[in-house]
């Protein structure tokens, strides 16, 4: 795993192997020197929600998940190879784009800022002919 940032930036980006594969995702980077200062760049977009700014980082289960595919690579590789996959508020992507790597169909969900903005992005930035996955934005739909 390569993590490269500075502690000015709000962001950094992770670039991690697994197989044969190296997924590099954009996140928060919470080591930022005025993190705490930082207004959160999708701040004052509709959808906001406190919930939704948990997208932007990778999270304890994300590294755990990814160390799995990592560390026992051929069991849950064959497990994985050609199933589909939802994961619900994908956030960065980076669990989903390594189990995309790894020949699951995926489809990566999140709310509209973060599908449409890290998430998006991270999916572009990693795309390969190898990989099966499919962007889906939440919307809410309510009646009162």
Aim: a negative charge; proline letters at 1%; glycine letters at 8%.
């Amino acid at each position: 795993m390569t993590t490269v940032h500075d502690e000015v930036t709000e962001v950094k980006m992770e670039t991690i192997t697994v197989g044969d594969h190296t997924v590099t995702v954009t996140c928060r980077n919470l080591q930022a020197e005025d993190f705490d200062d930082n207004l959160d760049s999708n701040f004052f977009e509709e959808d906001y929600t406190l919930a939704a700014t948990t997208g932007m980082m990778v999270w304890e289960g994300t590294w755990s998940f990814v160390e799995l595919l990592r560390t026992n690579r051929e069991s849950i590789v064959d497990r994985l190879k050609g199933r589909r996959v939802l994961e619900l508020g994908a956030g960065t992507g980076l669990a989903g784009l390594c189990a995309a790597k790894m020949g699951a169909n995926m489809l990566l969900t999140d709310v509209p800022s973060v599908a449409l903005g890290l998430l998006g992005e991270n999916i572009v930035r990693n795309k390969d002919g190898t990989m099966h996955f499919y962007l889906c934005i939440y919307i809410s739909i309510a009646r009162f």
